[in-house]
Protein backbone atom coordinates (compact mmCIF):
# COMPACT_ATOMS: atom_id res chain seq x y z
CA UNK A 1 0.00 0.00 0.00
CA UNK A 2 2.96 2.44 0.88
CA UNK A 3 4.06 1.87 -2.98
CA UNK A 4 0.54 3.49 -4.34
CA UNK A 5 0.30 6.54 -2.12
CA UNK A 6 4.13 7.39 -2.92
CA UNK A 7 2.94 6.98 -6.38
CA UNK A 8 -0.08 9.18 -5.81
CA UNK A 9 2.09 11.67 -4.08
CA UNK A 10 4.53 12.10 -7.43
CA UNK A 11 1.38 12.43 -9.39
CA UNK A 12 0.02 15.10 -7.25
CA UNK A 13 3.45 16.83 -7.62
CA UNK A 14 3.84 16.00 -11.25
CA UNK A 15 0.54 18.06 -11.62
CA UNK A 16 1.58 20.92 -10.01
CA UNK A 17 4.18 21.20 -12.02
CA UNK A 18 2.87 20.83 -15.51
CA UNK A 19 4.39 17.64 -15.90
CA UNK A 20 2.34 14.25 -16.66
CA UNK A 21 3.73 11.16 -15.46
CA UNK A 22 3.20 7.45 -16.68
CA UNK A 23 0.43 5.54 -15.05
CA UNK A 24 -1.83 8.39 -13.51
CA UNK A 25 -5.42 7.56 -14.33
CA UNK A 26 -7.66 9.49 -17.19
CA UNK A 27 -9.90 11.01 -14.20
CA UNK A 28 -7.00 12.91 -13.00
CA UNK A 29 -5.33 13.94 -16.19
CA UNK A 30 -8.90 15.55 -16.99
CA UNK A 31 -9.17 17.37 -13.63
CA UNK A 32 -5.66 18.36 -14.32
CA UNK A 33 -7.00 20.18 -17.72
CA UNK A 34 -9.85 21.57 -16.50
CA UNK A 35 -7.71 23.07 -13.63
CA UNK A 36 -5.52 24.22 -16.16
CA UNK A 37 -8.20 26.02 -18.44
CA UNK A 38 -9.09 27.88 -14.89
CA UNK A 39 -5.22 28.96 -14.01
CA UNK A 40 -5.03 30.46 -17.43
CA UNK A 41 -8.25 32.35 -17.21
CA UNK A 42 -7.19 33.63 -13.75
CA UNK A 43 -4.04 34.56 -15.38
CA UNK A 44 -5.66 36.44 -18.02
CA UNK A 45 -7.98 37.65 -15.39
CA UNK A 46 -5.20 38.98 -13.33
CA UNK A 47 -3.73 40.77 -16.71
CA UNK A 48 -6.31 42.71 -17.83
CA UNK A 49 -6.63 44.15 -14.16
CA UNK A 50 -3.19 44.87 -14.44
CA UNK A 51 -3.61 46.96 -17.59
CA UNK A 52 -6.40 48.93 -15.98
CA UNK A 53 -4.68 49.43 -13.12
CA UNK A 54 -1.08 49.72 -12.98
CA UNK A 55 0.82 48.35 -9.53
CA UNK A 56 2.47 52.07 -9.88
CA UNK A 57 -1.37 53.36 -9.20
CA UNK A 58 -1.80 50.85 -6.13
CA UNK A 59 1.31 51.53 -4.50
CA UNK A 60 1.66 55.44 -5.21
CA UNK A 61 -0.95 56.16 -2.88
CA UNK A 62 -1.28 59.35 -1.51
CA UNK A 63 -2.27 60.02 2.23
CA UNK A 64 -4.21 63.39 1.20
CA UNK A 65 -6.73 61.28 -0.54
CA UNK A 66 -8.06 58.23 1.82
CA UNK A 67 -11.11 57.30 -0.33
CA UNK A 68 -8.74 56.59 -3.06
CA UNK A 69 -6.00 55.20 -0.29
CA UNK A 70 -9.35 52.47 0.72
CA UNK A 71 -10.52 52.01 -2.54
CA UNK A 72 -7.07 50.33 -3.93
CA UNK A 73 -6.18 48.66 -0.60
CA UNK A 74 -9.91 46.64 -1.09
CA UNK A 75 -9.42 46.16 -5.09
CA UNK A 76 -5.86 44.58 -3.73
CA UNK A 77 -7.44 42.29 -1.19
CA UNK A 78 -10.37 40.81 -3.57
CA UNK A 79 -7.97 40.55 -5.94
CA UNK A 80 -5.95 38.11 -3.23
CA UNK A 81 -8.92 36.84 -2.19
CA UNK A 82 -10.26 35.76 -5.63
CA UNK A 83 -6.79 34.44 -6.61
CA UNK A 84 -6.61 32.29 -2.41
CA UNK A 85 -10.36 30.92 -3.57
CA UNK A 86 -9.83 29.36 -7.03
CA UNK A 87 -6.57 28.09 -5.23
CA UNK A 88 -8.53 26.45 -2.78
CA UNK A 89 -11.14 24.94 -5.03
CA UNK A 90 -8.61 23.45 -7.46
CA UNK A 91 -6.57 21.98 -5.04
CA UNK A 92 -9.76 20.47 -3.08
CA UNK A 93 -10.99 18.83 -6.48
CA UNK A 94 -7.37 17.44 -6.71
CA UNK A 95 -7.37 15.90 -3.45
CA UNK A 96 -10.92 14.54 -3.96
CA UNK A 97 -9.82 13.06 -7.53
CA UNK A 98 -6.81 11.41 -5.28
CA UNK A 99 -8.91 10.05 -2.93
CA UNK A 100 -10.99 8.30 -5.13
CA UNK A 101 -8.81 7.06 -6.73
CA UNK A 102 -6.40 5.45 -3.67
CA UNK A 103 -9.96 3.93 -2.61
CA UNK A 104 -10.31 2.14 -5.80
CA UNK A 105 -7.09 1.14 -5.81
CA UNK A 106 -7.46 0.10 -1.66
CA UNK A 107 -10.38 -2.68 -3.14
CA UNK A 108 -7.40 -4.52 -4.94
CA UNK A 109 -6.17 -7.98 -3.04
CA UNK A 110 -2.33 -7.12 -2.37
CA UNK A 111 -0.29 -9.75 -1.80
CA UNK A 112 3.27 -9.09 -0.35
CA UNK A 113 6.40 -11.22 -2.10
CA UNK A 114 6.50 -13.75 0.77
CA UNK A 115 2.78 -15.14 -0.11
CA UNK A 116 3.28 -14.62 -3.67
CA UNK A 117 3.22 -17.58 -5.83
CA UNK A 118 5.52 -18.04 -8.90
CA UNK A 119 3.29 -18.97 -12.21
CA UNK A 120 5.24 -22.73 -12.42
CA UNK A 121 4.33 -23.13 -9.24
CA UNK A 122 0.74 -22.66 -9.97
CA UNK A 123 0.65 -24.74 -12.82
CA UNK A 124 2.39 -27.60 -10.61
CA UNK A 125 -0.25 -26.96 -7.85
CA UNK A 126 -3.26 -27.01 -10.21
CA UNK A 127 -1.88 -29.88 -12.02
CA UNK A 128 -1.08 -32.12 -9.06
CA UNK A 129 -4.51 -31.73 -8.11
CA UNK A 130 -6.21 -32.80 -11.08
CA UNK A 131 -3.59 -36.03 -10.63
CA UNK A 132 -5.37 -36.23 -7.37
CA UNK A 133 -8.91 -36.03 -8.72
CA UNK A 134 -8.17 -38.37 -11.42
CA UNK A 135 -6.42 -41.23 -9.10
CA UNK A 136 -9.78 -40.64 -6.59
CA UNK A 137 -12.33 -41.53 -9.51
CA UNK A 138 -10.33 -44.06 -10.48
CA UNK A 139 -10.36 -45.55 -7.21
CA UNK A 140 -14.02 -44.89 -6.93
CA UNK A 141 -14.79 -46.78 -9.89
CA UNK A 142 -12.31 -49.80 -8.57
CA UNK A 143 -14.59 -50.18 -5.86
CA UNK A 144 -17.74 -49.91 -8.13
CA UNK A 145 -16.38 -52.47 -9.69
CA UNK A 146 -15.11 -54.42 -7.17
CA UNK A 147 -18.86 -54.09 -5.27
CA UNK A 148 -20.32 -55.25 -8.30
CA UNK A 149 -18.37 -58.66 -8.68
CA UNK A 150 -18.87 -59.75 -5.29
CA UNK A 151 -22.51 -59.35 -5.75
CA UNK A 152 -22.39 -61.16 -8.80
CA UNK A 153 -20.14 -63.66 -6.70
CA UNK A 154 -22.54 -64.02 -3.93
CA UNK A 155 -25.91 -64.58 -6.11
CA UNK A 156 -23.80 -67.49 -7.84
CA UNK A 157 -23.17 -68.93 -4.92
CA UNK A 158 -26.85 -68.69 -3.74
CA UNK A 159 -27.53 -70.27 -7.22
CA UNK A 160 -25.22 -72.75 -6.68
CA UNK A 161 -26.48 -73.72 -3.13
CA UNK A 162 -30.20 -73.79 -4.38
CA UNK A 163 -29.12 -76.41 -6.88
CA UNK A 164 -27.28 -78.56 -4.77
CA UNK A 165 -29.74 -78.90 -2.52
CA UNK A 166 -31.72 -80.95 -4.43
CA UNK A 167 -28.81 -83.13 -5.58
CA UNK A 168 -28.17 -84.11 -1.73
CA UNK A 169 -29.03 -87.99 -0.63
CA UNK A 170 -30.37 -88.23 2.39
CA UNK A 171 -31.82 -92.42 2.10
CA UNK A 172 -34.91 -91.55 2.51
CA UNK A 173 -36.63 -93.57 0.50
CA UNK A 174 -33.93 -96.27 -0.40
CA UNK A 175 -35.27 -99.08 1.88
CA UNK A 176 -38.85 -97.44 2.86
CA UNK A 177 -39.99 -100.96 4.29
CA UNK A 178 -37.33 -101.91 6.44
CA UNK A 179 -37.25 -98.34 8.13
CA UNK A 180 -41.19 -99.14 8.72
CA UNK A 181 -41.04 -102.45 10.11
CA UNK A 182 -38.30 -101.39 12.22
CA UNK A 183 -40.38 -97.98 12.97
CA UNK A 184 -43.59 -100.19 13.85
CA UNK A 185 -41.29 -102.79 16.17
CA UNK A 186 -40.11 -99.44 18.24
CA UNK A 187 -43.55 -98.52 18.96
CA UNK A 188 -44.96 -101.80 19.97
CA UNK A 189 -42.43 -102.31 22.49
CA UNK A 190 -42.86 -98.46 23.70
CA UNK A 191 -46.81 -99.17 24.29
CA UNK A 192 -45.83 -102.28 25.74
CA UNK A 193 -44.07 -100.58 28.12
CA UNK A 194 -46.31 -98.12 28.88
CA UNK A 195 -48.93 -100.67 29.68
CA UNK A 196 -46.37 -102.64 31.88
CA UNK A 197 -45.58 -99.32 34.04
CA UNK A 198 -49.45 -98.58 34.42
CA UNK A 199 -50.32 -102.32 35.42
CA UNK A 200 -47.90 -102.36 37.85
CA UNK A 201 -49.13 -98.65 39.49
CA UNK A 202 -52.58 -100.68 39.86
CA UNK A 203 -51.13 -103.60 41.46
CA UNK A 204 -48.90 -101.23 44.08
CA UNK A 205 -51.93 -99.66 44.33
CA UNK A 206 -54.47 -102.60 45.62
CA UNK A 207 -51.10 -103.57 47.47
CA UNK A 208 -51.45 -100.60 49.16
CA UNK A 209 -55.19 -100.61 49.80
CA UNK A 210 -55.11 -104.28 51.10
CA UNK A 211 -52.60 -103.47 53.72
CA UNK A 212 -54.53 -100.35 54.71
CA UNK A 213 -57.28 -102.70 55.31
CA UNK A 214 -55.64 -105.68 57.07
CA UNK A 215 -55.81 -105.97 61.13
CA UNK A 216 -52.48 -105.88 63.40
CA UNK A 217 -51.90 -109.78 63.50
CA UNK A 218 -52.64 -110.07 59.44
CA UNK A 219 -49.79 -107.55 59.07
CA UNK A 220 -47.45 -109.38 61.54
CA UNK A 221 -47.96 -112.39 59.53
CA UNK A 222 -47.65 -110.78 56.64
CA UNK A 223 -44.08 -109.16 57.45
CA UNK A 224 -42.97 -112.62 58.77
CA UNK A 225 -43.95 -113.93 55.09
CA UNK A 226 -42.08 -111.21 53.33
CA UNK A 227 -39.59 -109.62 55.25
CA UNK A 228 -38.27 -106.01 54.24
CA UNK A 229 -34.72 -105.88 53.47
CA UNK A 230 -32.70 -105.26 55.95
CA UNK A 231 -30.99 -101.35 56.12
CA UNK A 232 -27.05 -100.99 55.23
CA UNK A 233 -25.62 -100.59 58.87
CA UNK A 234 -23.65 -97.69 59.03
CA UNK A 235 -19.26 -98.83 59.58
CA UNK A 236 -18.09 -97.10 62.99
CA UNK A 237 -15.58 -94.13 62.77
CA UNK A 238 -12.11 -93.65 63.97
CA UNK A 239 -10.85 -91.30 66.18
CA UNK A 240 -10.50 -87.62 65.17
CA UNK A 241 -11.20 -89.03 61.46
CA UNK A 242 -11.77 -86.70 58.44
CA UNK A 243 -15.37 -86.21 57.48
CA UNK A 244 -15.97 -85.97 53.59
CA UNK A 245 -19.33 -85.42 52.62
CA UNK A 246 -20.41 -87.54 49.41
CA UNK A 247 -21.68 -84.17 47.91
CA UNK A 248 -24.84 -82.67 46.80
CA UNK A 249 -25.12 -84.80 43.11
CA UNK A 250 -24.52 -88.05 44.97
CA UNK A 251 -27.02 -90.29 43.46
CA UNK A 252 -27.10 -93.68 45.29
CA UNK A 253 -30.27 -95.43 43.30
CA UNK A 254 -30.76 -95.29 39.19
CA UNK A 255 -32.72 -92.40 38.56
CA UNK A 256 -32.96 -92.24 34.74
CA UNK A 257 -35.61 -93.98 33.19
CA UNK A 258 -33.84 -97.25 31.26
CA UNK A 259 -32.65 -97.52 35.10
CA UNK A 260 -28.69 -98.26 33.49
CA UNK A 261 -27.14 -96.22 35.92
CA UNK A 262 -27.52 -98.17 39.34
CA UNK A 263 -25.90 -100.86 38.56
CA UNK A 264 -22.39 -99.32 38.56
CA UNK A 265 -19.83 -100.42 41.00
CA UNK A 266 -19.40 -96.94 42.60
CA UNK A 267 -22.64 -96.28 43.96
CA UNK A 268 -21.89 -100.08 46.59
CA UNK A 269 -19.02 -98.06 47.95
CA UNK A 270 -18.41 -97.34 51.42
CA UNK A 271 -17.51 -93.31 51.13
CA UNK A 272 -16.99 -93.11 54.67
CA UNK A 273 -14.05 -95.53 54.70
CA UNK A 274 -10.95 -94.09 56.18
CA UNK A 275 -8.15 -93.28 53.72
CA UNK A 276 -4.36 -91.67 54.29
CA UNK A 277 -4.04 -90.65 57.70
CA UNK A 278 -7.11 -91.67 58.80
CA UNK A 279 -6.12 -95.47 58.76
CA UNK A 280 -3.76 -94.94 61.69
CA UNK A 281 -4.82 -95.46 65.01
CA UNK A 282 -4.20 -92.21 67.10
CA UNK A 283 -5.64 -92.44 70.35
CA UNK A 284 -2.17 -94.14 71.42
CA UNK A 285 -0.44 -90.71 70.22
CA UNK A 286 0.48 -88.29 72.99
CA UNK A 287 -2.33 -85.80 74.56
CA UNK A 288 -0.39 -82.55 72.70
CA UNK A 289 -0.36 -84.75 69.09
CA UNK A 290 -3.90 -85.28 69.16
CA UNK A 291 -5.21 -82.44 67.07
CA UNK A 292 -5.81 -81.12 63.75
CA UNK A 293 -2.39 -80.45 61.33
CA UNK A 294 -0.13 -81.12 64.41
CA UNK A 295 3.05 -79.02 63.96
CA UNK A 296 1.34 -76.91 61.54
CA UNK A 297 1.30 -73.16 62.26
CA UNK A 298 -1.88 -71.16 62.04
CA UNK A 299 -3.47 -74.72 63.70
CA UNK A 300 -6.92 -74.70 65.33
CA UNK A 301 -6.89 -75.50 69.06
CA UNK A 302 -10.12 -77.67 69.08
CA UNK A 303 -9.68 -81.35 68.97
CA UNK A 304 -13.35 -82.96 68.52
CA UNK A 305 -16.94 -82.50 70.50
CA UNK A 306 -16.15 -84.85 72.67
CA UNK A 307 -13.08 -83.63 73.96
CA UNK A 308 -14.87 -79.72 74.10
CA UNK A 309 -18.01 -80.87 76.00
CA UNK A 310 -18.47 -79.55 79.28
CA UNK A 311 -20.98 -81.03 80.69
CA UNK A 312 -21.37 -82.62 83.82
CA UNK A 313 -22.65 -86.04 83.75
CA UNK A 314 -22.71 -86.78 87.22
CA UNK A 315 -25.55 -83.74 87.77
CA UNK A 316 -28.71 -85.37 88.13
CA UNK A 317 -30.36 -82.97 85.85
CA UNK A 318 -27.93 -83.60 82.76
CA UNK A 319 -29.80 -86.74 82.75
CA UNK A 320 -33.46 -85.30 82.16
Same mark, same amino acid.
Given at each position: ?28 ? =?? %?? $? ?33 ? *? ?17 ? *? ?38 ? &? &??? /?? !? ?8 ? @? ?11 ? $?? /? ?20 ? &? =???? %?????? $??? *? ?21 ? !? ?8 ? @? ?6 ? @?? %? ?9 ? /? ?41 ? @? ?28
Amino acid at each position: MARYTSRSSASIAAQNDGVVVDGVSDTVI =AV %RD $KLRGKIWKQKLEAASLEKAFPTQEYDVVRKDYPRL *RCVAESRIDNRDDVRADHR *RIGQAEIVSTIEEESKRQEGLSLFPNSERYPIAELLQLEA &E &ERA /LE !ESRKKNLEEK @KRETKQIVVEEIR $KG /LEQEANIADIDTDDEVNEAEDY &E =AWKA %REIARI $KSD *RDDWEAMLKEKEEIEKVTNMTEE !ERRERERKHP @KAAPRRKQ @KW %RFMQKYYHKGA /LFQSEADDYAATVGTDGIYTRDFSAPTGEDKMNKTILLKVMQV @KHFGHSGRTKWTHLANEDTTNWKNPLSSI
